[in-house]
Nanobody
């Protein structure tokens, strides 16, 4: 099994910053991609940012220029730096990772989510 644990959420004022972390553990052979999703109340879960095994990144249009996804391979941790936060960024943020675990079996794991609230 591969476990993902998110941290770093909280309450921040508009214009502020937060950094989310997603730590992966378990029998991991390779993580092909790590994604951050978010889900606001009453809305669908949307993809926010992706980082792949070769380090390429992709962002939703709504966060381009404000959010940055990065990783620390030694720690099996992916970060989401969120700057210039807006009230519409309020949501539960979920980490998702896909790849290969022991015996080269594919995995698709999700974290438990962390709440981000942007409000004055």
């Amino acid at each position: 099994q591969v476990q993902l644990v998110e941290s770093g959420g909280g309450l921040v004022q508009p214009g502020g910053s937060l950094r989310l972390s997603c730590a992966a553990s378990g029998s991991i052979y390779r993580i092909d991609a790590t994604n951050w999703y978010r889900q606001a109340p009453g809305k669908q879960r949307d993809l926010v940012a992706t980082i792949t095994v070769i380090g390429s990144t992709n962002y939703a249009d709504s966060v381009k220029g404000r959010f940055t996804i990065s990783r620390d391979n030694a720690k099996n941790t992916v970060y989401l730096q969120m700057n210039s936060l807006k009230p519409e960024d309020t949501a539960v943020y979920y980490c998702n990772a896909v790849g290969l675990r022991d015996f080269r079996q594919r995995f698709n794991s999700w974290g438990q989510g962390t709440q981000v609230t942007v409000s004055s």
